[in-house]
């Protein structure tokens, strides 16, 4: 069964960093385009950015230019580096393949907040 274990999210200030990790098992994400998904208590989970199996990135317009996925295929594990971060990035962000497998993970928090 897929298990998506995400972590590095926590309280930070607006204008600063954090990285998420989400490692994978029961799938090899070499096979997969991985994607970041976030939501907010009361809506509905939104997609962040996805990364190719070819390492083509695709983002929101809210988050361009400020956050980046990468992805580690010998680690089965997605990155995301969250730069200049602002109070509305406020969510649980989760990873899942761009076909959102079953289950999810139970995501990690971030907080942006001063």
């Known amino acids: 069964q897929v298990q998506f274990v995400e972590s590095g999210g926590g309280l930070v200030q607006p204008g600063g960093s954090l990285r998420l990790s989400c490692k994978a098992f029961?799938?090899?994400?070499?096979?997969?385009?991985m994607a970041w998904y976030r939501q907010v208590p009361g809506q509905e989970r939104e997609r962040v950015g996805s990364i190719s199996l070819s390492n083509i990135t695709v983002y929101r317009d809210s988050v361009k230019g400020r956050f980046t996925i990468s992805r580690d295929n010998a680690e089965n594990t997605v990155y995301l580096q969250m730069n200049s971060l602002k109070p509305e990035d406020t969510a649980v962000y989760y990873c899942n393949s761009n076909i959102r497998l079953n289950p999810w993970g139970l995501g990690t928090r971030v907080t942006v907040s001063s």
């Open positions: 029961g799938i090899f994400i070499k096979e997969y385009s």
